[in-house]
């Protein structure tokens, strides 16, 4: 009988003591500071949030950016909480109505896509995906997809080259040299050149073997004449101009 007793009292549930009780309660008031120690690893904070909610509901709505969560605590509790996540495409947004009207209403106006991108940040738009703002690039994107631009024109293909005709940046490589460099001989009236009509406006130069050797030339004697210029300007008295003739 008391062997009985004991496997009975055994299985009872342990009577907590007064200051078992007082521990615990200073637990459960301390949980916040042990959720934001920098100790606590992310393992333990699953560890913690595993002791305080039974399950978590997920509604996503219409397919959207918002997300909207039920919590179910143990004790019976329930909190809810509405929660932003990213989506993949600009028409999942909630808002992508007023996002459109708005940037048909600034576009109207005249307003670049830099402009329009800085109007959208700071009225409280914000992008898909996991970005915090609109740049220049999406706003871009969205006036296209919209209608109310023109996709940019592609380079005007090389078969509108004649014999001997090169692309600035072509010729520039070629004759190894900085593009923006050959632009400068260009507009110094140094180069046989054409433009194309807008909107491209591309600079096609004229450039036959005889030509190529004369620019190449003149780019080799451009450089001696830098290197003496600056020796000079680093042991003369005072600066010495020594500007390149023409070729």
């Not at 703002?133 to 078969?159: D, I, W």
């Not at 620019?215 to 003496?228: K, M």
Request: hydrophobic content about 40%; glycine content about 2%; charged content about 15%.
């Amino acid at each position: 009988m008391q062997q009985e007793h004991q496997r009975f009292l055994h299985h009872q549930p342990h009577s907590l003591s007064a200051s078992e009780q007082a521990a615990i309660r200073q637990l459960a008031h301390d949980i916040p500071a042990l959720w934001n120690a920098p100790s606590t690893t992310p393992a333990q904070h699953k560890a913690i949030i595993r002791q305080l909610l039974e399950k978590v509901v997920v509604n996503v709505q219409d397919n959207s950016e918002r997300v909207h969560l039920i919590l179910h605590w143990h004790g019976g509790a329930q909190t809810q909480q509405t929660m932003i996540r990213p989506v993949a495409k600009f028409s999942q947004l909630s808002y992508y109505t007023p996002l459109c009207d708005h940037i048909r209403r600034l576009h109207s106006q005249g307003l670049s896509a830099p402009a329009i991108a800085h109007s959208l940040n700071q009225a409280g738009f914000r992008p898909p995906k996991r970005t915090d703002s609109f740049r220049a690039q999406s706003v871009a994107e969205l006036l296209r997809a919209l209608g109310l631009t023109q996709p940019a024109s592609p380079s005007a293909p090389t078969t509108i080259l004649e014999a001997n005709e090169w692309w600035l940046s072509d010729l520039a490589t070629t004759l190894q040299m900085p593009p923006v460099t050959l632009y400068r001989w260009l507009r110094q009236g140094l180069l046989q050149a054409r433009q194309l009509d807008p909107p491209s406006r591309k600079w096609i130069i004229w450039a036959d073997p005889n030509e190529l050797q004369r620019l190449h030339q003149f780019r080799n004697r451009s450089l001696s004449l830098e290197a003496r210029q600056r020796w000079l300007n680093q042991h003369a008295p005072y600066p010495v101009e020594s500007p390149l003739d023409s070729p």
